[in-house]
């Protein structure tokens, strides 16, 4: 199967190079040239535009940052559309609103083309050892379609049937994500204008039920004092964004989603759109003139799980 894959960001760019490591036919395109050109010194074809791509691909999978750039992707002047063939199948791996989804969905079934809905879960390092999760929303024979490439990137669950689901189960997750986030921030600046040790209180959460995915990873960052994880406050903003839209549209009353928004547009007004998101705590560190650091803790996070093969998950039944 030949591969066009769009979008080399964080996230993207580990996808890609996890297909390629594995032997794909690959071709790449993003707007940064030279993201695209490291690529295609590793072997890779390169494509000038998505609808250039689309002319000499089975498979196209865009890893965006927005759904204006994936719209734009789609149907934009230079969007892969007008070139789709029947047959041909669209993997949209961004987090993008699942409205957007839904109708850009609809503009590639018509043209006889396939769709899946398949954002990602897990951080750029199991993007990069190709153990991230992916939810995949669509139908079953095109999931088992493209299932073999899925698996090589990392572990899959389907939501039969439903476009646009699995972009809300991505929404629900990354708001999870935030909330623990800011939530580890106060917790960590306690424990040190309490005068803890913040590597025995690393442990101590870790073995507690107090513990969660976001503390393994994101607070080794934070007591680094690299807070680099890849993720930065604007995607924050747009993600719990994308919740608190999607609770009003279901008249879901929500109390925790809106103050963590204004949390994180707070952090991005302090120190910018591109700061790492787990800087967030530096709101704290201000107000309480602390530096929340602990010792040996890495800078950037590396996955110590092996790659193993991916896999379907199937969800418990009764």
Not at 46 to 72: C, H, K, N, Q, W
Not at 86 to 108: F, K, N, P
Not at 173 to 188: F, G, I, K, Q, R
Not at 194 to 200: P, S
Request: proline share 4%; hydrophobic share 40%.
């Amino acid at each position: 199967m030949k591969i066009g894959f769009v979008g080399l960001g964080n996230v993207g760019a580990k996808l890609a190079a996890t297909l390629l490591r594995h032997g794909y036919d690959l071709t790449v395109h993003d707007l940064n040239e030279e993201l695209a050109r490291n690529f295609v010194q590793q072997g890779c074809k390169r494509a000038g535009s998505a609808r250039e791509m689309a002319d000499g691909v089975d498979l196209i999978i865009t890893s965006l940052p927005s759904p204006a750039a994936s719209a734009a992707v789609v149907e934009g002047a230079d969007g892969f559309l007008p070139r789709l063939r029947a047959g041909q199948v669209w993997l949209e791996m961004s987090t993008t609103d699942h409205a957007e989804i839904v109708r850009l969905g609809a503009l590639v079934t018509a043209r006889g083309g396939l769709v899946m809905d398949c954002p990602v879960s897990g951080g750029c390092h199991r993007a990069a050892t190709g153990n991230i999760a992916i939810f995949a929303g669509g139908e079953r024979g095109t999931f088992e379609r493209v299932l073999p490439v899925l698996t090589t990137m990392g572990r899959c669950i389907l939501y039969t049937g439903a476009l646009g689901s699995a972009s809300k189960l991505k929404v629900v997750t990354n708001y999870l994500c935030s909330v623990h986030l800011a939530a580890l921030a106060e917790a960590l600046t306690l424990c040190k204008v309490a005068g803890m040790d913040l590597n025995v209180a690393y442990e101590a959460i870790r073995i507690s039920s107090g513990n969660s995915f976001v503390h393994e990873t994101e607070s080794q960052v934070i007591l680094n004092g690299s807070r680099d994880i890849n993720f930065t406050m604007d995607l924050v903003v747009k993600d719990v964004g994308l919740f608190n839209q999607f609770a009003r549209e279901l008249r879901v009353p929500l109390e925790l989603a809106p103050l963590v928004l204004d949390i994180f547009k707070d952090g991005q007004r302090r120190y910018g759109s591109r700061e790492f998101s787990p800087n967030i705590i530096r709101r704290l560190e201000e107000s309480c003139h602390v530096t929340v650091l602990g010792r040996g803790f890495p800078a950037q996070l590396i996955d110590d799980e092996p790659e193993a093969p991916g896999y379907e998950v199937n969800p418990q039944r009764v």
